[in-house]
């Protein structure tokens, strides 16, 4: 399957990448850079933004059915 997709071909490439910079440098040309990409790592911080909402569906949800519960007695009580 590697082959067929043509992993085994891209395995094959070396280490680095090429990053447009803006303004366009005179002389512009390749210039070597390292080869490791230095992301930021927010995944803290979209684990407890989604962990958050998920708690505040929770309330919102046991809000709603406190109050289908309250309208249901309340028609009870008066038929």
């Known amino acids: ?3 067929a997709t043509g992993i085994d071909e891209a395995s094959k490439a070396l280490p680095f ?6 303004p366009v440098p005179a002389g512009a040309g390749p210039r070597p850079q390292l080869d490791q990409v230095n992301l930021r790592n927010d995944h ?3 684990a407890i933004t989604w962990f958050a909402l998920a ?3 929770v309330v919102m949800f046991a809000v709603w ?4 519960f309250r309208d249901e007695r309340k028609s009870e ?3």
């Open 1 to 3: 399957m590697q082959h």
């Open 17 to 22: 990448f090429i990053e447009l910079e803006a």
């Open 44 to 46: 803290l911080q979209y």
């Open 55 to 57: 708690g505040v569906m």
């Open 65 to 68: 059915l406190r109050g289908q």
């Open 77 to 79: 009580t008066i038929s």
